[in-house]
């Protein structure tokens, strides 16, 4: 679409909604870093942005780092918004700010994508992903930016093939502001779990990007600042494995060319485990992390939510051979399954001390439209619209325990022993098998050796002498600074001290109990 002479000229605002306080949005982290006011960089607005026509003026607002002014909406002839389900309060107060000043609202992303019906106020909904849907979007505001008198639903039936996305237009945020680095490779996911809108939304075969684009937009990313880590944001990263071994060599030789200087992570089926020679490119291009959606110890419930595949290795055994390359497991886990007993809370515990994951994403089912699990609990009338509640799956437990058991499972995976302790296991039986890389002045510029001291401050300030859990903090760091592994305290500490606080606020009532909620809420803090 870019550089398409056929449209006029247009002033397009991208806003993307704040957070609302979740276990996944890092907040608590910020503190002890260098000045981070958000997690990652809205991929679909920057998209969107980069794919406008190149003579249309695209201005971009993350409100999780700043509210936008009155004077940028004065400027917009339409302002497009993209979010999750949890954003879907501050998306529909974007809609209404856009309209104080008379211009479209322009809504696209998952949400809508899955509930165009949430979103009545919006003048143009963009149902699905970058396509034709996009193209007529583009050339009906290039015909007439003023507002229609009826909102307008496009719905994307050719969907773009990923090889000719543009890059996002990275050069329109501030990296330095982002918790981690993203970047999208492939869409869908082979599999179907039940609970899952993936396959649903984007489809069982995934799409990729080249690896040349891939390789292009890390460079770009380096260019515009990037440092630290990139989280691949594919829902499976080895959902088409033979894709995933062509582009893993291009990804090791773009880590020897720009010296090591990012970590890599991405999020892929438990099964990965069985393919030792994807396991080891991806130790030689660096990927550090990987988060796996284990969702349940218990094989039974694997079954139940037609999550089978995470059974074709053992569990313990898969995450042994993963921390073998030295890749830590982050894991989703999910209670309120129709299998769930009183038990499992403690075979969770259980689970946990035995794999020794530091870091588990503990969610309450949630039933999202365009999932398996949402057309049999609407068969089985087991939906609940409620704002009051923390899911709206009848489950098969009583309410109140599901949630009391989600509280405690919380609290106690999150003291602050239990969680450096694990962090400080995957200090030793983890990180030494990871690549050494070999030294490169690009790794130790003057930037990064001050953002790991500010950051090395503010944790020993924070944590070691005026926190709350000073005497665990010291029993985890002592020995790694020590060893001089000052990079290991920084960047568990960062994690872990969120969980700490989150799970503090779990406990007391004062957290939502699943990041991928339906249910209207408030932003934790206005943008100022
Ligand atoms: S949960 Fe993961 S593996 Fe299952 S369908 Fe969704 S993306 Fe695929």
Not at 31 to 43: E, I, S
């Amino acid at each position: 679409m870019r550089g398409d002479g056929r449209f006029g000229k247009r002033r397009i605002l991208c806003v993307f909604p704040r957070y609302t306080k979740a276990f996944g949005t890092w907040e608590h982290a910020y503190p002890l870093t260098d000045g981070v006011q958000a997690f990652m960089p809205p991929q679909g607005l920057l998209l969107i942005a980069a794919y406008m026509p190149a003579d249309w003026d695209v201005r971009f607002v993350d409100e999780n780092i700043r509210r936008t002014t009155p004077a940028e909406f004065e400027w917009a002839e339409a302002v497009f918004v993209s979010g999750m389900h949890i954003q879907r309060n501050q998306m529909i107060d974007i809609a209404r700010r856009a309209h104080e000043f008379d211009i479209p609202a322009v809504i696209g992303g998952p949400s809508v994508s899955a509930c165009p019906d949430y979103y009545p106020s919006f003048d143009y909904l963009h149902v699905g992903e970058l396509g034709d849907a996009t193209d007529d979007l583009i050339a009906r505001l290039a015909r007439d930016p003023s507002r229609p008198p009826q909102q307008i639903v496009l719905n994307t039936v050719d969907r773009l093939d990923m090889s000719k996305f543009p890059i996002p237009a990275y050069e329109l945020i501030n990296l330095d502001k982002y918790f981690l680095a993203n970047l999208q490779y492939s869409s869908g996911c082979p599999y179907q779990c039940e609970f899952c809108d993936i396959p649903g939304l984007y489809g069982r075969n995934p799409r990729l990007k080249t690896p040349e684009q891939v390789i292009a937009e890390l460079d770009k990313l380096l260019e515009c600042g990037l440092s630290g880590s990139v989280y691949f944001v594919d829902d499976n990263f080895i959902g088409n494995r033979k894709a995933a071994l062509e582009l893993l060599p291009h990804l090791v030789a773009w880590q020897k060319r720009t010296g090591f200087q990012i970590r890599l992570a991405c999020e892929a089926t438990l099964n990965v485990a069985k393919r030792p020679e994807i396991l080891k490119l991806m130790r030689d291009a660096y990927f550090t992390t990987i988060f796996c959606g284990i969702e349940t110890p218990n094989p039974e419930a694997l079954k139940s939510i037609a999550k089978d595949h995470n059974m074709m290795v053992p569990i313990m055994e898969a995450i042994h051979t993963l921390n073998s390359y030295g890749i830590e497991i982050a894991s989703g886990i999910i209670l309120g399954l129709d299998t769930d007993r009183p038990e499992t809370e403690n075979h969770l515990l259980e689970f946990i001390e035995q794999s020794q994951i530091p870091l588990l994403t503990i969610n309450l089912l949630q039933a999202l439209p365009k999932t398996p699990l949402w057309d049999r609990l609407k068969r089985e009338n087991r939906l609940i619209e409620d704002d009051e509640r923390e899911s709206n799956v009848q489950f098969v437990m009583p309410y109140d325990e599901v949630v009391a058991m989600w509280r405690r499972c919380m609290s106690r995976a999150y003291e602050p022993k239990k969680v450096l302790g694990r962090y400080f296991q995957q200090s030793r039986v983890t990180y030494p098998n990871r690549i050494k890389p070999p030294f490169d002045k690009r790794q130790a510029s003057w930037r990064n050796i001050r953002r790991g001291l500010i950051m090395l401050r503010n944790i020993i300030w924070r944590l070691g002498i005026v926190g709350d859990y000073k005497r665990d903090f010291w029993a985890f760091a002592l020995p790694l600074l020590a060893k001089g592994d000052i990079e290991a305290v920084i960047s568990s500490c960062l994690v872990a001290h969120h969980v700490i606080v989150f799970s503090r606020e779990a406990s007391g009532g004062k957290a939502t109990a699943s990041y991928y909620s339906t249910k209207l809420q408030e932003a934790s803090v206005p943008a100022e």
